[in-house]
């Protein structure tokens, strides 16, 4: 490590092998924490490189405990985090509209690092127990439409990682690893990102893939269609700016997505979306984003058409029926 941590320091980049090499020997814990902690600082202090993002999603792809569906055709819907924005939890939120909707979501995610509350946090909270066991998520995603990943459970490399990421409080490369690392392998894939760097990332390892993927950058900054002004979408077919008008929806302030400060005021937000009782602001960023979800499955559908459908379900109680369903398959 010394040696790697050297070139590094010395502006040097890492190889695909190289990363790859790295993070399978952090899994094996052959580094210390202070090792751990100034290779993962490295990465605060310049940018990732798409050799680096896709040596480390091929560790961890490689090492994960691997789920196989009897539904191929499954989205993820998940941002990066590390927007520095405490939204409430948009993509969850988003998910369970979809799958009340009728389509199949395969959800990756965590605990929150650097917010107060990831949708691990809020599913757990809501009482979601978390599970690796292929039947129980089969189970729930054939009558709930819906299962949900939680990394650790599925990613044992991360488990070395985790103190120094707590400690360190800050995004590191992990947050952008965690979209792509979905162990189910999802034909689908709307991904936020928190910079158009990373998104030009994200582009450049999925088109060398099988995967129908969104890429999603609001322009001020949130890995999601925020409504706060423009948004560029990056798909397989091309990229396109968004406005909220696009939407036929209003610019929201920032002030209307905040999240609340702890896990029961965000676990809140969600279960009243879901019941139809949220702001007007928190209805239309989960509909838009449930609707580009949507629209990402079936592209040859109108924005607008897709929309609907998201719209429908929450008017149709079916996403917050979903979300009961999915709790009491635990």
Same mark, same amino acid.
């Given at each position: ?212 993927? =969104? +890429? ?7 890995? $999601?269609?925020? &409504? ?7 798909? !397989? #077919? ?63 559908? =109108? +924005? ?7 719209? $429908?379900?929450? &008017? ?7 979300? !009961? #369903? ?5």
């Amino acid at each position: 490590m010394k040696k790697i941590l050297q070139n590094l320091y010395n502006n040097q980049h890492l190889s695909r092998q190289e990363a790859h090499d790295v993070l399978v020997n952090i899994s094996k814990e052959q580094y210390n924490s202070e090792q751990i902690a100034s290779f993962l600082t490295v990465f605060q202090m310049r940018p990732i490189n798409v050799d680096e993002l896709a040596g480390f999603r091929d560790a961890l792809m490689e090492l994960c405990i691997p789920i196989q569906f009897d539904h191929p055709e499954t989205i993820d819907i998940v941002g990066t985090g590390g927007d520095g924005k405490n939204t409430f939890n948009i993509s969850t939120t988003s998910s369970f509209v979809v799958a009340g909707a009728g389509y199949k979501v395969t959800k990756h995610g965590n605990y929150g690092v650097s917010s107060s509350c990831g949708s691990s946090n809020v599913l757990e909270y809501l009482g979601y127990q978390f599970t690796n066991n292929e039947s129980t998520l089969r189970k729930q995603l054939e009558e709930a439409n819906i299962c949900f990943l939680h990394a650790p459970k599925f990613h044992p490399a991360m488990k070395a990682v985790a103190p120094v990421r707590r400690a360190l409080g800050v995004k590191t490369f992990f947050n952008m690893l965690g979209p792509l690392v979905n162990p189910s392998k999802p034909k689908y894939n709307m991904l936020g990102v928190f910079n158009l760097h990373l998104s030009r990332l994200y582009q450049y390892i999925l088109q060398n893939s099988d995967r129908q993927f =969104s +890429v999603v950058y609001a322009l001020d900054g949130y890995d $999601e269609i925020s &409504l706060t002004g423009k948004t560029k979408i990056c798909t !397989n #077919k091309g990229e396109q700016i968004y406005t909220p008008m696009d939407f036929h929806r209003n610019t929201l302030h920032p002030d209307n997505l905040h999240g609340g400060s702890t896990v029961p005021e965000a676990a809140k937000i969600l279960t009243n979306v879901l019941s139809g009782n949220g702001t007007k602001a928190q209805n239309d960023v989960v509909v838009c984003n449930a609707g580009m979800a949507i629209h990402c499955i079936n592209p040859e559908q =109108s +924005v607008k058409d897709s929309i609907a459908e998201a719209e $429908e379900s929450i &008017l149709s109680k079916r996403a917050l029926q979903h979300f !009961n #369903k999915l709790i009491e398959l635990n």
